[in-house]
């Protein structure tokens, strides 16, 4: 077999032709081997070789065709790398040749494996399916030059058309949930979807996939440079990954990889796109490029290789895209959207490769209460969760966000009381509120509580707890419930007074209104001032409000046992008014303003 390998050095000339013509007179007449396009198969007596992907795009400079191949040196010595000519044909007959990347390996060590990429852009105004790849030997150095075909690689169903956001071959494929390993990868990590969920945030309404990735090797692995995209069913949207450093895992390590996708508003993804970019480097960069692909055109046949040509001087880009893989959007009956029922008060199972709650801090729902505002056209819900810290050490108080889900799918985002403790004390437990605003139609019979982690893959949300919970029933009982506050309610009077303004101008009015309570509390649950209070309210027989007072549970003033004063003065009105409706609520402090919960109502008689 004669080899020139100064050859190699040389540009790759883009040849246009049709099959029946792109091989001379003098070329060899031995019939290629067909092979399957995944299998390795022998290139030459020390090397063999597979066709890992073919890909089709279109880009700005015309029609894109990329091919990823991986060489093996089965020899105990160093092997040059051969400077065969790597060609794809269309299913119209037509043959491209592909430039081979600057970047290429020239030689590889005993028993060495690698990757080589080729890539050519055509000025052709039309798409290009791709039936065959061949690997051809060229005798530049013979008149007329030879040319034998050693190989010829079936690929019509593993080819990637980026033009058409298709990937042919059945088994790439797969559904959500599934687990699956990156085609052509000899990498023991393996690959789990577990969530998508649409936000909108600062960049517009995106898609944030969540995607477990396992190490089932010995050793340690870090997760390729592959992301996914987003697939409608006539657009495709780019999507990147949100972790800007490496994700490394040890032998046996978890850990989550987040992807997100930016789309238009009101789109819903059918499928996800698992891509990658293999590098291309021109020879000798792109000036070098041009030269050599004007080079070719002028040996070329014809004006349409000339085309050609031109497209290849255009080519800029850094690399081609692969799709590996197209995974099936989930569905509501999907794993990822699947939450079980929960029991108020009891711990919260939280994602245990979560970042943001540790496995020594147990969290808890506590109270869900939903109430009507009257003339505000919305209900307001109360969640309150317990922060328990079962360790012998000061831990940070997590910082979770909380998302509550309507019977009908609609999400309602939780705002978190204003001020929280930093941290949390041994084998104590501490309190935090959350608030949200619902629809008045909302029943709250069959609701998703999601917490939310904002931390690790920010500005994005992921969901490391869900669970079914139903809002709880206020009673008219005299037993009113604030965590880990029980208050009873013995007796009540309410009296109103006529004061003389300052000066003598006019008169005011004014209520002193006595409450006698029982005030118990849990133990080992801590509250400071960023706790919620107990409000009071009085509103007339026309249903507006007069006045309102709060009164903390903590600290100077608080509300204890036995009888409870409380003066509402400056009465929003010129005169006594009868009868009165006494409201009393859990007052809550949020970012957004106060967020009350009625938790009784007391008529006048």
Do not use: C
Not at 553 to 564: A, H, I, P, R, W
């Amino acid at each position: 077999m004669k080899t020139n390998w100064r050859a190699a050095m040389a540009a790759t000339v883009l040849s246009v032709a049709l099959i029946g013509s792109s091989v001379p007179a003098m070329a060899d007449d031995a019939p290629a081997a067909a092979v399957v396009s995944s299998a390795s198969y022998s290139l030459n007596e020390s090397m063999s070789a597979v066709v890992k992907s073919v890909s089709v795009n279109r880009t700005s400079g015309g029609l894109q065709i990329g091919a990823l191949v991986g060489l093996t040196n089965n020899t105990g010595a160093m092997a040059r790398v051969p400077d065969y000519e790597v060609r794809v044909k269309t299913t119209e007959g037509t043959v491209y040749t592909l430039q081979a990347s600057s970047a290429n390996a020239r030689s590889l060590m005993a028993q060495e494996s690698a990757e080589l990429t080729y890539m050519v852009t055509v000025d052709r105004p039309t798409d290009a399916e791709i039936s065959e790849l061949s690997f051809v030997e060229v005798d530049e150095y013979t008149y007329p030059k030879t040319e034998k075909v050693l190989l010829n690689v079936p690929v019509t169903s593993s080819v990637w058309y980026g033009t058409k956001g298709e990937l042919t071959d059945p088994s790439a494929n797969i559904a959500w949930g599934e687990t699956f390993s990156l085609p052509s990868s000899s990498s023991p990590l393996r690959y789990t979807p577990v969530e998508m969920s649409k936000q909108n945030d600062t960049n517009g309404y995106s898609y944030l996939i969540t995607v477990l990735a396992d190490n089932q090797g010995t050793g340690t692995e870090t997760v390729p440079d592959f992301r996914l995209d987003g697939k409608t069913a006539d657009k495709t949207y780019a999507g990147k990954r949100v972790e800007q450093e490496p994700v490394t895992l040890a032998a046996g390590e978890k850990k989550y990889v987040h992807f997100s996708v930016t789309l238009d508003q009101d789109v819903s993804l059918q499928s996800l796109l698992l891509m990658t970019t293999e590098a291309f480097v021109p020879a000798g960069g792109a000036s070098s490029a041009q030269g050599a692909a004007g080079a070719g055109a002028g040996s070329a046949a014809g004006g349409a290789a000339a085309g050609s040509a031109a497209g290849a001087s255009a080519q800029t880009q850094p690399g081609f895209d692969v799709a590996r893989l197209i995974i099936a959007a989930p569905t509501p009956s999907s794993p990822s959207n699947t939450a079980g029922d929960y029991t108020i008060g009891s711990p919260i199972a939280v994602d245990p490769l979560n970042h943001l709650i540790d496995s020594k801090t147990e969290v808890s729902l506590v109270e869900l209460h939903m109430h009507e505002n009257e003339g505000e056209g919305f209900k307001s819900v109360v969640a309150k969760f317990k922060i328990s810290n079962k360790s012998d050490m000061t831990v940070a108080t997590p910082a979770f966000q909380t998302e509550l889900v309507g019977g009908d799918g609609s999400s309602y985002a939780g705002t978190r009381q204003s001020t929280t403790a930093a941290e949390l004390m041994p084998n104590l437990g501490y309190v935090v509120s959350y608030s949200f605003m619902i629809p008045a139609s909302e029943s709250g019979e069959t609701m998703t509580m999601k917490l939310l982690d904002n931390v690790t893959a920010a500005p994005y949300s992921s969901t490391i707890a869900n669970f079914n919970v139903a809002v709880q029933k206020d009673t008219d009982d005299s037993l009113m419930s604030f965590y880990p506050f029980n208050v009873k309610l013995d007796d009540w009077t309410l009296s109103a007074f006529t004061n003389t303004a300052a000066g003598g101008q006019g008169l005011t009015y004014s209520y002193k209104l006595k409450l006698w309570l029982t005030v118990n509390r849990l133990e080992d649950v801590v509250v400071d001032q960023n706790f919620s209070k107990f409000k009071v309210e009085l509103v007339d027989s026309a249903g507006r409000s007069l006045g309102s007072q709060t009164v903390p549970f903590t600290g100077d003033n608080k509300l204890v046992s036995g009888e409870q004063t409380i003066d509402l003065s400056n009465i929003k009105t010129d005169q006594v008014s009868s009868p009165i409706t006494v409201k009393l609520y859990e007052s809550i402090d949020t970012p957004n303003g106060e967020a009350t919960r009625l938790v009784k109502t007391l008529v006048q008689p």
